[in-house]
T-cell receptor, first 113, second 113 residues
């Protein structure tokens, strides 16, 4: 049972345009979400987080939106740069009791120069 | 250390042999996690350590898999009688406390031939 789903395995975007990566979850107890970025042969690195008390969190070119009623979050990257090309994972956890993040299957973003 | 260190970075082993994967977390991080990423899959949780104890081993795929952590620091993941389906990138992460964001190592790519 995949509790965190990233239904788009890959995405190509032109440099300078907006990249939108989507993530859906099924567990209504999840209330804290992270996005990680992974380059080949490296471990995932933390990108941005959002708590369920917010619906938006922004950090430079990266913005995460959370729609609790739809159990959906998205990561917006604008403007996209070739160095953003990587695999992006969303992850979720419940702050009441659990301690491990559940990860999605990842979306490979390719930003075309 | 400054980051999470994993060794070896690559391991090729024959089916049926035992392998040991090592993780050296960030100094002072009490929580340590093992995940794996199989080809085309997301990050699959294996085991979580808080200090030297493992409150959650629910992700270990079979009794061929075991892990230990000593001194609240280094952890070793052991796979006995390896099978081809064990081929994956094994990622270790640590965090300051349970539920905090993770810092991942670069992973060990295990190939069973």
């Amino acid at each position: 049972d995949q509790q965190v789903k990233q239904n788009s395995p890959s995405l190509s975007v032109q440099e300078g345009r907006i990249s939108i990566l989507n993530c859906d979850y099924t567990n209504s107890m999840f209330d804290y979400f992270l996005w990680y970025k992974k380059y080949p042969a490296e471990g995932p690195t933390f990108l941005i987080s959002i708590s369920s008390i917010k619906d938006k969190n922004e950090d430079g070119r990266f913005t995460v939106f959370l729609n609790k009623s739809a159990k959906h979050l998205s990561l917006h990257i604008v403007p996209s740069q070739p160095g953003d090309s990587a695999v992006y994972f969303c992850a979720a956890k419940s702050t009441s009791g659990t301690y491990k993040y559940i990860f999605g299957t990842g979306t490979r973003l390719k930003v075309l120069a | 250390g400054a980051g999470v260190s994993q060794s070896p970075s690559n391991k090729v082993t024959e089916k049926g042999k035992d392998v040991e994967l090592r993780c050296d977390p960030i100094s002072g991080h009490t929580a340590l996690y093992w995940y794996r990423q199989s080809l085309g899959q997301g990050l699959e949780f294996l085991i979580y350590f808080q200090g030297n104890s493992a409150p959650d081993k629910s992700g270990l795929p079979s009794d061929r898999f075991s892990a230990e952590r000593t001194g609240g620091s280094v952890s070793t993941l052991t796979i006995q009688r390896t099978q081809q389906e064990d081929s994956a990138v094994y990622l270790c992460a640590s965090s300051r406390g349970q539920g905090d964001g993770y810092t991942f190592g670069s992973g060990t790519r295990l190939t069973v031939v």
